[in-house]
């Protein structure tokens, strides 16, 4: 057993990228040593700075086992003659394997008798595989944006300068990129720009750490996120940790320094948000926050090295910071004095895609299903087309222009300073939400539905021009979407159908656009209940008990959740199995029975019955039938589910003892209406056929 340690030196790597390419590295790499069969350690893991990618394997295989494997040949019928003397075939085969005819052994199959050969395969050596894997895994890292340098044939996503491969303390051969691997690496850029040797692949760590690199990527997130909330206390604040910036930070500072900033409490006024923006996606500051959440006129920013004149470092983060601040509060100021629906007339300049139009064409679509949400959903209707008309308006604002994370937000508050009626500023506001999964829900009715508006139209006019998600890649994030209009329509308890929102959605695009919309009549519905069935599924439903429940009309989603809670609790019941057989069993000889009537509108008559049986399974299902009906009605699934639990002990006798496909045709009829009766009864909450009994 050994441990490898690999390190590629580079020119600094990009921030946003370092997170993913390391872990990819080692994974890849990880992944290859697997499927060979080499083991390695669970401690085994990766490193990562602004000017390296790197990981050390722990306890690593060095020698696999040799293995023996059985080569076959031709038919022994091919590989001789009538005489017994070897054919051509038998003669290659031998060569191939590199052994005399007479060595080869047969073997006996299905087929008939084989030449066969044992190979003796030397086991693979770490140091002669080790070297390819990590090149395959380099070439499939996901660099967007390969460069080249000098006048070499080869790149990659920035200059490489240095290649470190050791075993223990041995090198291990290897060339990438021009270099040839070796034990050197370099400390920091200031503090330590000098080569550095390793002896040995563990001392790694500790030997980057004296030469004032920290070269753990997680460790020096939490030593950041430490230094950024000790400085915070030092004015009785709280740092804001945003874990993507956290990250971010992470991948642009080797040796973490806390630097507290200030700057003029002036830009206070601008919306927080947007002074928020400019520290943290322009500077990659962390911002500070008071006891009760209102902004701070100071900052955490982090330098790269240990500077002897701290006070210069901080004047610098607080001289770029101050333009940025005073742009947002120029923004601010320049957007708010410009009604918002002045911009209403620009949507239509600006395409929301190119076979969908514009958004004035969006508004009118979403306008026309915020008419249909009002008397559902409890808001005025005025109300509903002027959160429609406004909604998409701070698009065309100098704010969203800098800062495109604040749609929606900015709009809000424009609406609010401009004296928009609060409801409908609010809901512009949230008209976003929820931008990711257990992301905050809009507050208010018109929030909401301005919210489900906005996402089905996209999903479905997505659909209709047939650019629907395709793997990993959801350009329009389309998944997002429908999780979204799940999460509002399930969380907020709202009587709204899913499958009537998306069809005043398609009502919209026929009335409002010059598009085919058969694409997205069939398929946006097939992906918007995978989406909801893998929703369920994560949330612990089984996938028999989603399909028996959703099978039916229940596209209002409290109802889908009712009717799924108790589904799950009958299908743990005793009784169970003989109402899930029997609802089968009913179901499959009616849907089998040829009649010209329709059995499921039919009565049974009971002076037909024969059997004292049909008169039992009758008498029970009228003594039930009206209170079942009603239970359902209220949505007591629960309680209808033990209801129909006395059904259990008849339905077993009737199958027991009752021929239903008689000769007499008037007395069949009879009993396949008895049996449709059954099925629908038993089928009114889910379809019971779609489940699996434990």
């Given at each position: 057993m050994a441990d490898i340690l690999f390190e590629l030196g580079c020119e600094e790597l990009p921030p946003k990228a370092l997170y993913g390419l390391s872990k990819a590295l080692f994974e890849g790499v990880c992944d290859q040593l697997n499927e060979q069969g080499f083991a390695f350690a669970e401690d085994s893991r990766w490193f990562a700075s602004p000017r390296r990618l790197a990981f050390l394997l722990r306890d690593v295989s060095e020698q696999l086992a040799d293995k023996t494997v059985e080569k076959r040949g031709p038919s022994v019928a091919v590989a001789y003659d009538d005489a017994g003397e070897p054919k051509p075939a038998a003669i290659g085969f031998a060569k191939s394997v590199g052994a005399e005819v007479k060595d080869l052994d047969t073997v006996k199959t299905d087929k008939g008798e084989y030449l066969v050969?044992?190979?003796v395969e030397k086991g693979l050596n770490i140091n002669d595989v080790l070297p390819g894997m990590i090149e395959q895994s380099i070439k499939?890292?996901?660099?967007?944006?390969?460069?080249?340098?000098?006048n070499h044939d080869y790149s990659f996503i920035r200059p490489v300068h240095w290649l470190l491969l050791l075993k223990d303390k041995d090198i291990i051969p290897m060339s990438l990129f021009g270099h040839e691997s070796g034990r050197k690496t370099r400390?920091?850029?200031?503090?330590?720009?000098?080569?550095?040797?390793?002896?040995?692949?563990?001392?790694?760590?500790?030997l980057l750490q004296k030469a004032d690199v920290m070269v753990d990527h997680l460790e020096r997130e939490q030593l950041i996120q430490q230094q950024a909330e000790a400085v915070a206390q030092k004015v009785s604040g709280q740092a804001l940790i945003n874990a993507d910036l956290l990250q971010e930070v992470a991948s642009i500072v080797e040796k973490p320094v806390a630097v507290l900033g200030d700057f003029d409490a002036s830009f206070l006024k601008v919306p927080r948000e947007a002074l928020i923006s400019s520290m943290e996606s322009h500077q990659k500051y962390f911002p500070i926050e008071n006891i009760e959440g209102e902004l701070m006129p100071h900052f955490v920013a982090f330098a790269n090295i240990d500077s002897k004149q701290p006070e210069l470092v901080k004047k610098g983060f607080e001289k770029v910071i101050t333009p940025r601040l005073a742009d947002a509060e120029f923004f601010w100021n320049k957007d708010k004095a410009r009604p918002l629906a002045d911009n209403l007339p620009l949507l239509a300049k600006m395409t929301f895609e190119k076979s969908l139009g514009s958004y004035t064409d969006k508004t009118q679509r979403i306008k026309h299903i915020m008419d249909w949400l009002a008397p559902k959903m409890g808001f005025r209707m005025t109300q509903g087309e002027r959160a429609a008309e406004l909604m998409k308006c701070d698009l065309m604002s100098d704010m969203v222009g800098e800062f495109p994370e604040l749609?929606?937000?900015?709009?809000?508050y424009y609406a609010t300073d401009q004296g928009e009626d609060k409801d409908v500023a609010m809901a512009i506001r949230d008209q976003y939400l929820p931008r990711f999964s257990g992301d905050h829900l809009p507050e208010n009715a018109l929030g909401q539905a301005l919210a489900l508006a906005d996402k089905m139209d996209t999903l479905v006019g997505i659909f209709a021009v047939g650019k629907k998600p395709s793997g990993s890649k959801d350009p329009f994030a389309l998944r997002r979407a429908a999780l979204g209009i799940i999460s509002i329509l399930r969380d907020k308890d709202l009587a709204v159908s899913y499958d009537d929102l998306m069809n005043q959605s398609i009502i919209a695009y026929q009335k409002y656009s010059k598009i085919s919309l058969d694409e997205a009549k069939s398929s946006a519905r097939i992906f918007f209940k995978n989406r909801l069935r893998h929703y369920y599924t994560n949330n612990g439903v089984s996938i028999d008990v989603f399909n028996a429940a959703s099978t039916l009309d229940a596209?209002?989603?409290?109802?889908?959740?009712?009717?799924?809670?108790?589904?799950e609790d009958f299908k743990q019941q005793d009784y169970a199995k003989s109402l899930i057989e029997a609802n089968k069993r009913a179901t499959n000889i009616v849907a089998k029975a040829q009649t010209k009537e329709n059995l499921y509108e039919q009565t049974v008559n009971p002076e037909l019955f024969e059997s004292a049986l049909e008169s039992q399974l009758f008498n029970q299902i009228d003594s039930m039938n009206s209170e079942f009906k009603q239970l359902v009605a209220d949505k007591k699934y629960g309680e209808a589910?033990?209801?129909?639990?006395t059904l259990a002990e008849p339905l077993d006798a009737y199958f027991e003892g009752v021929m239903v496909n008689v000769d007499d045709a008037t007395i069949r009829l009879n009993r396949l209406t008895q049996l449709a009766q059954v099925?629908?009864?038993?089928?009114?909450i889910a379809d019971l056929s779609q489940l699996v009994k434990n």
């Open positions: 050969y044992q190979v499939q890292l996901p660099i967007p944006k390969p460069m080249r340098w000098g400390g920091h850029r200031f503090h330590h720009n000098d080569w550095l040797s390793i002896d040995n692949a563990l001392d790694y760590k500790a749609q929606g937000l900015m709009g809000g596209s209002v989603l409290s109802d889908l959740d009712e009717r799924i809670k108790a589904t589910y033990r209801l129909l639990a099925s629908r009864l038993t089928g009114s």
